[in-house]
Structure formats: structure tokens, C-alpha cells
């Protein structure tokens, strides 16, 4: 089983940054597969980002240059640093957790975190 706690939303005006972070518990924090994901009101969740646990990385392209996900295995933490920020990336943002063997996916997400950016 594993916890995570997103924390770092907040209301911006365009342009600005904001950093969000995911602490995860367990010590097996390294070994997932882990994204930010994001659900504007009326719209269906979408995945932000995304990173391997050897760190490859993944972006959805409206966030391409300004958005930079990170983890610390160390601190069983994901990081998103939003920079640059537009209105339209108002929404509630989602720390997820996967780890698949043969047989099956395990999935684990956090509570969320909104971020409001105002024009």
C-alpha cells in the first residue's frame, strides 16, 4: 500500500511558477512509475507528466517547456515545477503511483492539489 500527499497548489497570476511536490509512503517509492496528472471543472483528468524510476520523462505537449517533473528517491518525493503558468492550467493536479508485475497494475493516487492561475 502506498499513501501520497500532494502539497504546493495555490492561486498565481499568469506568467508565475508554483512547485508541487508529492510525498509518498513506503520504501518502495523508487521502484514506481510515477505522473502528475490534472482535471479542470467539466473536463476528464489528463496526464501532465510522467516519469520512470530510471527518470525518463514524459510530457503532454501544452506543458512541453514549462512544466519539469522530478522525483527524490531519497526523500520518496515527486516534484512538479510549473513555470510560466496560464490560466488554462487551472485545475485540480494529481500525484499517481504504478507499479505492474505480469499479472496485474497497481495504481495509487494522491487527494489532489489545486492550482488556480488567474489572467
Known amino acids: 500500500q502506498v499513501q501520497l500527499v500532494e502539497s504546493g497548489g495555490g492561486l498565481v497570476q499568469a506568467g508565475g511558477s508554483l512547485r508541487l511536490s508529492c510525498a509518498a509512503s513506503?520504501?518502495?517509492?523508487?521502484?514506481?512509475?510515477m505522473g502528475w496528472y490534472r482535471q479542470a471543472p467539466g473536463k476528464q483528468r489528463e496526464l501532465v507528466a510522467s516519469i520512470t524510476s530510471s527518470s525518463n520523462t514524459n510530457y503532454a505537449d501544452s506543458v512541453k517547456g514549462r512544466f519539469t517533473i522530478s522525483r527524490d528517491n531519497a526523500k520518496n518525493t515527486l516534484y512538479l515545477q510549473l513555470n510560466s503558468l496560464k490560466p488554462e492550467d487551472t485545475a485540480v493536479y494529481y500525484c499517481n503511483a504504478r507499479i505492474s508485475s505480469v499479472l496485474k497494475t497497481y495504481e495509487y493516487w494522491g487527494q489532489g492539489t489545486q492550482v488556480t492561475v488567474s489572467s
Open positions: 513506503g520504501s518502495a517509492f523508487s521502484v514506481f512509475a
